[in-house]
């Protein structure tokens, strides 16, 4: 049904912007206009199908109740202008071409209007579409800032309460050695202890708030993410570059990065991996990040923590313009791999 609508596209896309008002008169013109020249050029030159474009405008800009009235309207004018010189020779033969007019017609603005249906239909899944990745873009940067604050909060706040609690062990430790006190090698595990819990607050806050994305940071963060996933959970995390990985846009440095976290620590909690790599290469203006571990991959199905963290991962994947992919055998471990497109910097 469409193809009878395709050779007045052009005018309904002129119609795009245009009052509604304003296509009744046209297309009354139009009618009239038209009826005019099939009745001067009589039956020899029949210009019933141009009424098609005053049917199909009246329908795609206002309903099809009112397209249904034009097609009486052209039917009627058709008629008027035919009539008296019709060649046809039997009294049935000019009713029954009226009735395929009318037939014609009446196909017309039910294309119409199935046609514009079809693209509103379309139209609302596109903002549908657009909404629900404007929704997961603030979802993801609504996570980052928490995540930053968090980060920011243990480096300002926690760091510096551990950093006093660890200058007064060292003292007591200095007190009760100069008082001969045989506590003092208790003071000296306060003091060790300190110190290791200061390191792991200090890794914890890069790992939730790694350093700026700009140019290379992307490859320093995850430098660091290797060491310090290596240094807590006694696996070995390795990082691989090959080619130009200068990164344009600091936000897509972010969600890389993200992406790499989290498939480190599957690798690590659900995974039973041994040795992790992360590999992040360039190929044109395009950035490739892989993390693969020898695990035993993703036989079983993944608890709500496992699957919360791969939607995560795919919501960042798309927000960047790439796609997240898991190759993923039992026994055999995990590749997860997001290709993005090295766009520049936001505005």
């Given at each position: 049904?469409?193809?009878l ?5 052009p005018s ?81 033969g ?17 294309a ?31 996570s ?6 968090i ?13 006093a ?5 060292t003292?007591?430790a ?9 506590e ?13 819990a ?5 890794d914890?806050?890069?790992?939730i708030?790694?350093?700026q994305?700009d ?16 240094s807590?959970?006694g ?12 990164l ?19 690798a ?28 035993k ?13 791969l939607h ?7 927000a960047?313009?790439?796609e ?16 993005i ?7």
């Amino acid at each position: 049904m469409s193809e009878l609508i395709f050779p007045v596209m052009p005018s309904l896309e002129r119609l795009r912007g245009q009052p509604k008002w304003l296509v009744l008169p046209e297309a009354l013109v139009l009618v009239g206009l038209i009826g005019w020249i099939d009745y001067s050029t009589g039956w020899k030159w029949s210009f019933f199908v141009l009424y098609a474009l005053p049917i199909v405008m009246v329908t795609w800009k206002t309903d099809r109740r009112l397209g249904f009235a034009f097609v009486f309207l052209c039917t009627v004018t058709s008629w008027v202008g035919q009539i008296g010189s019709n060649s046809y020779q039997t009294g049935w033969g000019f009713p029954l071409a009226v009735i395929g007019w009318l037939f014609y017609f009446v196909v017309l603005v039910v294309a119409a209007d199935a046609v514009k249906a079809r693209r509103q239909l379309d139209r609302s899944r596109i903002e549908a579409l657009e909404h629900t990745q404007e929704l997961e873009r603030e979802i993801l940067w609504t996570s980052e800032q928490e995540q930053q604050r968090i980060g920011r909060d243990l480096h300002d706040s926690l760091g510096p309460q551990l950093a006093a609690i660890g200058y007064a062990a060292t003292f007591l430790a200095d007190d009760l050695r100069q008082r001969e006190q045989p506590e003092v090698a208790k003071a000296e595990r306060i003091r060790e202890m300190v110190g290791e819990a200061i390191s792991l607050s200090r890794d914890l806050t890069r790992g939730i708030f790694p350093v700026q994305m700009d140019g290379v940071g992307l490859s320093i963060a995850l430098e660091d993410l290797a060491r310090t996933t290596t240094s807590q959970r006694g696996m070995s995390v390795s990082l691989h570059e090959t080619g130009d990985t200068h990164l344009a846009n600091a936000e897509d440095g972010m969600h890389l990065y993200r992406i790499a976290q989290e498939a480190v620590n599957n690798a690590a909690k659900h995974g039973g991996a041994r040795k992790v790599t992360i590999v992040l290469s360039s190929s044109g203006d395009s950035l490739h990040l892989a993390v693969a571990d020898d695990g035993k991959g993703m036989a079983l199905p993944p608890d709500g923590a496992r699957s919360m963290g791969l939607h995560s991962m795919k919501y960042r994947a798309r927000a960047v313009g790439g796609e997240l992919k898991i190759d993923s055998n039992p026994s055999e471990g995990t590749i997860v791999s997001c290709e993005i497109p090295n766009r520049p910097a936001a505005s």
